[in-house]
């Protein structure tokens, strides 16, 4: 895979910065972050020095993928998955070790504080650090101090490469399939599970093999009707087998993520014809939409990207049900933590920066309604990642 | 929803035993095992006494799921999800010690050393515990001791409950219907991307509803033809868009959850007619399969089991192609540590633990074939948790 020498060469500032001999990481989004291999569990540990080359000590029935993938660096393959294999963290312990009574570091960095995770392409299990992993690195690290690295990363994340929005423009092209699909379906008698199931199913089918993506999985909440839209700018809400009436609204929020680059999108469509009170509520999240896009540029805070969208809703007279932030960065999860576009937050944008822009209104008598879509500040303004059209009504 | 006393006074007693005067558990699977309670993230912590009514502390936009799914005990609803909500953490540290104060612990369990989880129903994005959540623990803590009650969970868990059990049944029927699926679909010109998320849409959209199931999940691979197949020991293959061809094999690695509650199954079948080796090779399998179910009782130990299976494909010839673990432990994870039905393991099998038996057969010239179903060891010997039928070819 071809490198992406612009990474690492921010990464190694960054450590030279703060003084980090060394950076040793193992949840999937940090090691594709910095290696370019995404793991298939997270019991890949991904050691890399601010000079030289890295090392990534993982599973051998992963291998394989770690071979392709990786930029650069050399694979410590550990025997894994039969019942001669013997024990995984204590051949990885002597791994390290050996590694590190080489490069001799003085001070490591590691993931310690990060609180949520992107999950592998299997999501089924998530393999992830706890105490057995923390006595390990106390270890191995042999009196070098270890330092919680995990805001460093977060900020080196936060503002992309132009080979990492080019990943980000392909995972975004890959979820305009399953809005497709969505907006196609949507009419009385669907179900909300029915609903988020095909979308997930298409995106799945189609999308693996788009421009080369090789692992590309989707994760959709399908909304339907007043009740469970005014609901719907919970996280997490639960898709039902409650069946649409005529009139309904249907709103899709989906994850989608390739070969470990996420995008985030929302779209809601009417079964049937929509009520004067629903186009309103639509045009107004369009236009706060595009207002906010609109003030994207680097050196402006965060918050004046929100007050735009505000704005909009404001005059509108849908002020009241919009309670939520108008959105945050991603890239390698599904929501990364710099920046927040809410009120008081006062981040600079930066160029490279990828975030979502998501206005939403949530009141009885019109349900709930919102747009998202993730976009990148350019030099001069916003990059749209997407494509997809989008209207309320087919 | 009902009580399970069972439950309830076994993981008491235990408390008892090891001298525990509160449980403090946020993964989403010690959640639903502890409390009927399966978070939709992972933000919500339960806080068990070993007397008297557990306290959960969780978003306030997940109290209705808590609410209508927990067994007992108080929530503390933390605002959650929108711009005015202030800072989680901080107000989960003032509820948690207003608790605490009252209950005045003296020695507290968490899960510390969970190396892997299960996911919540919307996998995108589990949150998992950090620094952040230790130090929450330690400053709650004020004085009690804070004991790593990881390996406690994991024996309780091992095994089932009657209600348990019932929740098992119902998930393994889900899977059926997916296994169904598969195997009507297996023929030349499919492609292992396009069964696993064939398979995981009617899962999702059939399974949910069924017997009450509120979120249904689940996480298929499938490799085909001979050069996958044989790869298909490997934990977390990946599906590809490889088209089959007449005579290739399909293998289905299938993972289900249905409200907190797993599965682990594996089907093989074959694009038209087997040949002569595969179906040899099949019918070893089988054989396997039914030999170690046979074996199963409680007081045996988990090696026996191992033998059993084993020596049926060591007689049928095919010994140098099954090199992997007969089975493991399951139920509220996709794969639990106890037991593990491999040679060397002298656990003794119990009456409701719940455990996979999956022969199989990795070689050039016949392809991968594996066979995986879960059953409950019962007084007198297992109870399948089917069902579903096993068939090569159609």
Redesign the interface.
């Known amino acids: 895979m071809k490198t992406d020498t612009e990474r690492i060469s921010r990464i190694q500032s960054a450590m030279e910065k703060e003084g980090l001999d060394c950076l040793i990481c193992r949840l999937p989004e940090n090691v594709v972050f910095m290696s370019g291999y995404w793991p ?2 997270g019991r890949a540990f991904l050691l890399f020095p601010r000079q030289g080359t890295p090392m990534c000590i993982l ?1 051998s ?2 291998e394989k ?1 770690a071979a392709a993938e990786l930029w650069q660096g050399e694979i410590v393959s550990i025997p ?5 294999s013997g024990d995984f963290f204590d051949q990885v312990r002597r791994s390290m070790k050996n590694v590190l009574a080489q490069w001799k570091p003085k001070k490591i960095g590691y993931e ?22 923390r006595e390990l690195l106390a270890d191995v690290a042999a009196g070098a101090s270890l330092i ?1 690295a ?1 805001p460093l990363l977060y900020r080196l994340r936060a503002t992309k490469t132009p080979m990492e929005l080019a990943r980000l423009r392909v995972v975004n092209e890959i979820s305009a399939i399953g809005l497709q699909a969505f907006a196609q379906a949507v009419r009385a008698g669907e179900t909300g ?2 609903l ?3 979308v ?3 995106i ?2 189609q999308g ?2 788009y421009a080369g993506a ?2 590309v999985r989707a ?1 959709a ?1 399908v909304s339907t009707g007043e009740t469970e839209t005014i609901d719907g ?4 809400l ?4 409650r069946e649409m009436l005529p009139g309904d609204l249907a709103m899709l929020e989906l ?1 989608v ?1 390739a070969d470990g680059f996420w995008c985030d999108r929302t779209r809601v469509c009417v079964a049937g014809t929509p009520t004067a009170k629903q186009s309103a509520a639509f045009e107004a999240v369009m236009r706060a939409q595009a207002a906010a896009v609109k003030a994207i540029r680097p050196g402006v805070t965060a918050e004046s990207i929100d007050a735009a969208a505000r704005a909009v809703i404001r005059e509108a007279g849908f002020e009241d049900g919009f ?3 108008t959105g945050h960065g991603l890239g390698f ?3 990364e933590p710099i920046p927040i576009i ?2 008081g937050v006062t981040t600079l944008l930066e160029t490279g920066m990828v975030i979502t822009i998501e206005p939403g209104i949530y009141l009885p008598d019109v349900g709930g309604l919102r747009m998202e879509d993730d976009f990148a500040v350019t030099e001069t303004g916003a990059e749209y990642l997407g494509p997809a059209e989008s209207k309320l009504a087919q």
Chains 1, 2 share one sequence.
Do not use: C
Not at 80 to 84: E, Q, S
Not at 119 to 127: H, L, T
Not at 233 to 236: A, D, I, N
């Open positions: 298939l569990t599973p029935i992963h993928e894994f998955g039969r019942i001669t310690g504080s990060f609180e949520t995770m992107a999950p592998p392409w299997n999501a089924a299990e998530p393999a992830i650090p706890a105490a057995p992993t919680d995990t599970i029915g988020a199931s095909m997930e199913q298409v799945m089918n693996t093999g090789k692992r994760f909440q700018y919970r996280l997490m639960i898709s039902t087998q994850a993520v309670f939520h932030s999860r599904y929501h809410e009120p």
